[in-house]
């Protein structure tokens, strides 16, 4: 397996996040990049390659171009409120909610803040642009080589990308990884594109950015939004709008779920992602659903993410990993490159 990964996403390094009425320190680390990349090289998966550089155009496929404004000069407007912030990362605290208008973007940094975003759960810091954007790099570079004829590649970048939508960060989320390499394929020459969601969270912000295009099927398995963050989407009915009409699929399942039940969803999500005729597959690479995991609910075991390799490899499509989630930090690795080896050794 190819990996593109770039040590940059070590710009992003947020200290606290707000949980339940206190600053708690970040579950999203940059160690956790650090723990994949020597799963990497200690079981000798492949080269591991920098990114190129792609211009703008190639985010703004599927981000708004003033969100992406605002993303890359979001640090100096902080630190220009008060030099005092250049020791503080920013933490949104207001939202513009239903009744409040979106179109008119305040002058306010806090409040331009607020309307692109959703949760006060996703420091900005001073390096947060340069890490996304040289993530966004990694899949694109990914998607290129998978393009270019080579079976899989493996995005290994931080911060995560899918609860990221067309013009709001959230959930650690602020370039959707994911979205960026599924475009970059269609615009690339693959006429139908996957998106495969296996982190423990619902890809809110991937499932947004599709939802009523007929060319990106999106199918997702995760925590029921019931009682699971993101709440607000990833329910069982929501299956596409407009010319999207049935080329989005959520398989929530309880808080508690096992291997077992978990890879029968994954089971119906690759028959859906086969019947909508995919030529290619991006992977959204959470290993949350780890029983492990800090943040989650699901019960998988490290040689179980074995099995979710060799089920995605059986698809037979070419394959963007792009890595999401995963909290238990010092078996992250081990998880993800669980994966991508059940899937190396499927593929052969
Ligand atoms: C990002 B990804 C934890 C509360 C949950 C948001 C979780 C974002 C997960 N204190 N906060 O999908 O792994
Ligand atoms: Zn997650």
Redesign the pocket.
Known sequence: MLTIYNDQHALHHGKF?M?RGEL?PC??VPARADYVLRALQERRLGAIESPQDFPDSAITGVHSQRYVDFLARAWEEWVALDPANAQRDAIPSYWPVRTFRSDVLPASFPARMGLFSY?A?SPLTSGTWTAARAGACCALTAAQQVLGGTRAAFALTRP?G??AGMDFFG???FLNNAAIAAQALRDGGAARVAVLDV???HGNGTQAIFYDRADVFFASVHGDPHTE?PYYLGYADETGADAGQGCNLNLPLPRGTGFAAWRDALGMALKAIAAFGADAIVVSL?V?TFEGDP?AGFQLKSADYLRVGEDIAAAGLPTVFVF??GYAVAEVGINAVNVLQGFDLKSG
């Open positions: 996040e949980f708690v579950f999203e949760d759960g995560p899918h609860h959930g650690y989320c982190d423990y969270h963050y959470g949350d943040i999401e989630g």
